[in-house]
């Protein structure tokens, strides 16, 4: 990925206000993010989130995955060196500590940074999962039963819990936080959301989620309901939009390369997937720019804030940008994530 060129805009940013376990739906524009990549060393956190505060950007996603960074720790420490961004967890996987100590643990970022701490809870992936011992014969009730009593910890109620992987006896959070901080589930397909709504505040897509698929989740989950949707979404600007679509595209094959129901929501997803199947790599770099809206925040500037917009209409309320995977380039990118921000404000 080359230099960006592409004019910046910086101005002040604010944090959005989290209610109990509800989102207003009425929110007309989205916050903006940006998501900490597993393989960065945990020191550039720092840099990060102290950035991002001072470019007017509301969040910082920290992304834990097996067996790379943790979560916990880099949230508390971007959490103590700002004062008004929002930390989300993307996302802790369920059977990794007991829900209990998730509980206690999420309670305790709770009251060092009182309303903005986003925790995101997910399956885990099972690989993962069973090299650590800790896989379990139902991910979905396993999440489900994490999830529940996670929420009711964090709002200081006294649990006892018999489920079919969760077992709590009479445990009370000695210090629950003023202010619960939302849970979300960290969710895919169908059954997964509807999981969701009934026991999540929220979910949050992977990135290649566009439009359709914020869409699809919202009706799978919460027809008709408050329900918070965050958004991860692949960032690429580049001046020539087409010098984008050449990096991202290994990116975008490795997503249609599986079963994916970001890209099953997509628009032209028999298209797209046709045209993948005909020409691999080289015929997704060619795809039309419409193709590419959907798929993350990938072209020129203008064509990353009308994605994010996308999102937005299509009810997100938080949309997180993935970086390029190399630190010197997700460095120069937080100064688009800044630009970006500035501009969904004048939307």
């Not at 959005?16 to 993010?33: C, E, K, N, Q, T």
């Not at 004062?83 to 996302?91: A, K, S």
């Not at 991910?139 to 649990?159: A, H, K």
């Not at 039309?288 to 994605?307: M, Q, V, Y």
Request: with cysteine; charged share 15%; hydrophobic share 45%.
């Amino acid at each position: 990925m080359g230099g960006r060129v592409t004019p910046r805009i910086v101005g002040s940013g604010a944090g959005h206000a989290v209610i109990g376990h509800g989102y207003s739906a009425a929110m007309a524009r989205p916050d903006l993010g940006m998501c900490f990549d597993r393989s960065f060393p945990p020191a550039a956190v720092v840099e990060f989130a102290e950035r991002l505060e001072t470019g007017g950007v509301p969040q910082l996603w920290v992304i834990e995955d097996c067996f790379f960074t943790a979560g916990i720790s880099l949230a508390a420490t971007a959490l103590a060196r700002t004062e008004r961004l929002h930390v989300g967890l993307g996302i802790l996987p369920a059977v990794a500590r007991n829900p209990a100590v998730t509980a206690m643990e999420l309670a305790t970022l709770a009251g060092l940074a009182p309303g903005r701490v986003i925790a995101g809870i997910g399956h885990g992936v099972q690989e993962w999962m069973g090299q650590m011992g800790a896989r379990t014969p139902s991910p979905l009730s396993t999440l489900e039963e994490v999830i529940t009593v996670v929420r009711m910890l964090l709002c200081g109620e006294r649990v006892s819990y018999d489920g079919r992987e969760v077992h709590l006896h009479d445990v009370l959070l000695a210090q629950p936080p003023a202010q619960a901080p939302p849970v979300l589930a960290g969710v895919r397909g169908p059954k997964s959301m509807a999981m969701a709504g009934r026991v999540a505040d929220g979910v949050v897509l992977a990135e290649g989620a566009g439009p359709g698929y914020v869409r699809a989740a919202l009706h799978q989950a919460a027809p008709g309901g408050d329900f918070r949707v965050s958004v991860f979404s692949a960032l690429c600007i580049e001046t020539d939009r087409h010098a984008a679509y050449r990096w991202m595209a290994p990116v975008v094959a490795g997503w249609l390369s599986s079963p994916n129901p970001a890209i099953d929501a997509h628009p032209h997803a028999a298209e797209l997937r046709q045209c993948f199947a005909q020409g691999g790599e080289a015929a997704v770099r060619q795809m039309p720019r419409e193709w590419w809206l959907h798929l993350g925040a990938i072209g020129t500037f203008d064509d990353a804030l009308e994605h994010i917009m996308l999102l937005s209409e299509a009810g997100a309320h938080d949309v997180a940008l993935f970086p390029a995977p190399e630190l010197a380039v997700a460095r120069n990118q937080i100064d688009d994530v800044a630009g970006l921000q500035a501009a969904v404000r004048t939307q």
